[in-house]
Every structure is written in C-alpha cells, then in structure tokens.
C-alpha cells in the first residue's frame, strides 16, 4: 500500500471519529439544553400516564382528559357517573400551559412513528371513564425494544413535560437508571402485584363486558358421554357482570399472571391477597421457543400458525398407544398421552415436519402445564374461581378454550375458569391509578362501584366488600390476622417470597378469536350461581386436532 493510500486511510479514520465526536457531543448538548428547560418548567404531565415494564412485553396506559374523548365506540364505557371532585381528579391540568404540554403529548402517542417495530396501539380496548371524564388508551410492544426506544425518544422534545412516571413490572427497577440518564423522568416504582389486582378491580367495574368465560356447547354430539367432550366443544361464549360475579360470595379466588413466567395470587377479601406459587413456564417460554422453531416475527403471528396446525403429527396420544379411547379410565384417544412423544418413535424426527404444528404443540403443552398447576393450587387453597390473566391470553382463542375445558375436566366441573378482555394491562392500569393518585387509590376504586352494572344495581362492590369483611372477622375469629400492605411472616406452602396486600377486588383475562360456532350470553344471578356451585360431573380431556377456524369477526 503506498504512503498516499494510507494517508488517505488515516484522514478518513479522524474525519469519521471526529464527526462520532461531534454528534456525541451535540447530542450531550441538547440533552443538557432540555433538562434545564424541564427543570426551570412547572408543567409535569406524567400522570397521564402508567407503565408496565415485563420480562417480554411492555405495557403503556395513558389517560386522555377531554369531554371529546367519549365517541361512539365507548359503549363499554363506565355508564351515569358522576366525575370526581376537583380534589380527585385531572381538573389541575385545565392551566393554559398543562393543556399546551398534553395536546403535544396526545398528537405523539398518536404517532405511528413511534411505536417502532413492535408496537401496537389496541384501539378496540380504549374505553371512557365517566368517574375520571377521560378516555384510556392501551399501547404495548416487545421490551427488546426498550432502549432503543429511549434513545429514540431522547433525541425528541416528545418528554419535555414528564418529569416523573409510574412504572411497576422487573422492568421499573432494570431500566429506571437508563431511563432517568437518557429523558431525565424520575421512575417512581409501585409493587407489581398490588398494581395487577388494584388495575384488574378498577377496570372490572369500569368495563360492563369485560369478564367472559367459554361453556361447552350444548348441541355438540356424545352428550351422555361427557368425558368425551372436548376442548373444541368450548365455543359457547359467557358474558358474566360484575354485579352477577359479586351476588355470591366470591371468595376465595385465584388469579393466575401468565406473563414472561407465571405468578397464581389467592385472594380471601377485600384488601388481603398473597401470592401462593408460580411456573417458569409462561408466555416468555412459548414466544422464545416459537422463535427457535418456527420464522414467526411476532407473538400474533405463530399463534395465527397455531390455528391452522395439528398437534397430532407432534404429540404422542392414546390412540397412538392403546389403538383408540382408553375406555377403562374414561380417556379420550384424542388426549396427549405425551407433548412431543411422537418425535421420538419417528425414524428422521425432521421429515415433514411443519412450523404450523410446532406451534400448537407447544401451545397446548404450555397451556396445559399453567391449567394443571393452577388447578392443583385451587384445589389446595379451596377456590372455585380461577382468573387467567396477561398478555399470554392475549389473541389467543386456543389457550382460553382449552383452559376452560381443562379446569372444567380436572375438578369434575367445580371450578370455573374466567378470563377478562384487558388481559395484559391490569399492572399498567395499577401503576397510572397509584401515579395519578397515590394514597386516594382506594377512593377512586370506591367511587367506581356499579359503573359495570349501568347502574341496575349501584350496591353490588358495597356488597361485595361486605363479604370480604364479613370473611375477615370469620379468618379473625379462627385466630388469624390479615395484613395491610406488607408481607407475611408464615410462607404458605409452595411459594418463596409470598406477599400479602389490601386490595380490591379483581377477575380475570382475554380477546378471543372464537373457532367454530360462538354463542354470547348474559347471565343473571341464578344461573350464574347454579354454573358456579355446579356437582356435574364433567370428564375428558385435551383433544389432539382442534377445529381452529377464526371467527367472522377474524379476531
């Protein structure tokens, strides 16, 4: 190489590290030039907002306060509410400078721009809030993404006026440093589980249609052999008010966290709830796995797979052993004998394989190890109800039906499982609820009582709080002694670090996408108690095929 050529190298090198310097530097500069700005402001508008920061997914909830914000689509809004007094709610933001500040953030979080790759705006999930005279907004995308979006964001004036956000999730505490460093907003974290069952409450009562669950279909065949039913038969979709779950004494219940990993929480009464166990094996698992497996980019994507594959080419089941139906032991042939076996009698395991049937192998054998362990802690802690929620749930018709059939299956049709439409969002809700209001959580959520009922019975959380005392006195009477807000000397069995908090009352989880023929009906309070305190028994198990054909409404 001659002298000039590597002159030349050389003066490109400096030129190049020059200019990295340079934009460093003005980078630096601009950062500096902003912070003071924020400091020497007055306007922080960071309560509009609550984050929910998982192993997998991140979840934004922001507030929109403006009486345009109710449309037509509001339907499933709070209904004849009176807002809250001016002490309680957003009425300081009616200042000239905090209305600049959030019609600048409104128009951004509207921005397609910034959601990036993995972002997703759930329009169909924005609801009003008649006790807040707001409309909430739901957004999510994968956390992989999160410091990219950070550094996105910090090269913006989109932060200006948030000064401080509340967060809770692994993610409050992992990023809190990166994100103070890059957009100087302080990162106030709120306790996960508190922010789950104060957001699924809050929502519960402020969205008439959100707990639903899926009942077997009483014109399917084999109906005098019931342990042959499936969980493609699970297609008869309930819709379950608030005021109908309350006019029984729900307690005690089990929500059931399917995020990255998965967190079962027993809840005895209002304000007392501990978590009692948990698996691994969650959403993260399944998504990291799809992954590997199969050329899916996205979590809606390999369960679209899923809907179109056959677990039977994957999986070993009893006919595959005993020829057909195990007749003796009431176990349909169609059951898996054994998730994947298949692969191991196959001479060349690769030849014919297909991503599609990965995919709902692995499905239905997660789903299947979450609907076990849940059960068994059901049974272990006496509870009937169990609430499936997060972001797991989310799309994903296969895992609601086979957790209803499961749940059903195991306890011989005394449990129930129950799901919510906001799945994901509770702890985003939660930790917007604590931000926004800190110690007047408990008044907002008190006010809220009979909003999901349209007001046909304004009495229904009164009452359910009525239960949860009533229960107290009785845990009282026996000799214990529920906690407020801290943790509990005795570990109950099967968990590490069990927590016990007052909160308010919860359910829940999922959107359906619904195969084969979908019913939707609104129980009342009888039936809803006979489905509940049912002794039918009710035998099968997973089938291997499933008909997954997606709804009309493609959802």
Known sequence: ????????????????????????????????????????????????????IGGTLSKIVYFEKRPSAKGKDDENGSVNQPPLSRDKSFDHFDTPAHQAALEQIYQAMQSQQLLGQTGRRDQALGFYSSILGGRFHFIRFETRMLETAIQHLSATDVTQDIKSIGCTGGGAHKYSQCIHDHLDIDVLKFDEL??????????????????YTYRYDEDASDQDKVWQRDAKDYVHKVQIPYHVLTATDPFPYLVVNIGSGVSIMKVTGPGQFERVSGTSIGGGTYWGLCRLFTRCTTFEEVLDMAESGDNSEVDMLVRDIYGSNYDQMNLKGSMVASSFGKLVMAENPHEGLQEEDLAIALLMMITNNIGQVAYLNAQLHSCRKIFFVGNFMRHNNISCRRLAFAISFWSKQTMEALFLEHEGYFGAMGSFLESAFGDKVDDILASSHGLSDGGKDEGSALRFV????????????????????????EKPRGTASPHSYTHTPSMGSPRSRLGGRQRTTSLDSANISAMLDSDNVIMGLEGAGEDHVKSSDGR
């Open 194 to 211: 508190q922010c789950l069952i104060r957001g699924m409450h809050f929502i519960l009562m402020n969205y008439p249609s959100e707990c």
């Open 466 to 489: 009525e239960l949860g005392r009533r229960r107290t006195r009785s845990v009282e009477a026996e000799g214990g002694s529920p906690s407020r807000y801290h943790a509990t000397d």
């Open 1 to 52: 190489m001659s002298k000039r050529h590597s002159f030349m190298i050389c003066l490109a090198l400096t030129a190049a590290v020059a200019f990295v310097g340079f934009t460093r530097w003005r980078m630096k500069k601009e950062i500096s030039k902003r912070r003071k700005r924020k400091k020497e402001g007055s306007v922080n508008i960071g309560g509009i907002f609550g984050m929910d």
